[in-house]
């Protein structure tokens, strides 16, 4: 997944981080994955905050898998980098 981190970023932007976490929930119907920390939550943590929760949710894409397609889609103008 160290592709998906290229160019500083941080994680996808709110509106696409939700859209990947909910392909995830669905791929892991079965496991409890804390939510995106996005909308009120955004404004309230850091980049490294928000990278370790991004990480986390990476810990549990599958090669192959929807959520795996979704984010090597991503381009740059749908990430949040470092420091913006």
Same mark, same amino acid.
């Given at each position: 997944?160290?592709? %998906? $981190?290229?160019n500083n970023?941080?994680?996808p932007l709110q509106m696409v981080w939700n859209e990947f976490y909910e392909h995830l929930k669905s791929e892991n119907k079965e496991i409890k994955?804390?939510?995106?920390? %996005? $909308?009120?939550?955004w404004n309230f943590t850091?980049?490294?905050e928000k990278l370790d929760r991004f990480k986390e949710h990476l810990s549990f894409v599958n090669t192959g898998s929807d959520s795996y397609n979704f984010l090597l889609s991503l381009t740059e103008?749908?990430?949040?980098h470092e420091n913006e």
């Amino acid at each position: 997944m160290e592709t %998906i $981190l290229i160019n500083n970023r941080v994680c996808p932007l709110q509106m696409v981080w939700n859209e990947f976490y909910e392909h995830l929930k669905s791929e892991n119907k079965e496991i409890k994955i804390n939510p995106p920390l %996005i $909308l009120g939550a955004w404004n309230f943590t850091n980049d490294l905050e928000k990278l370790d929760r991004f990480k986390e949710h990476l810990s549990f894409v599958n090669t192959g898998s929807d959520s795996y397609n979704f984010l090597l889609s991503l381009t740059e103008e749908k990430c949040h980098h470092e420091n913006e």
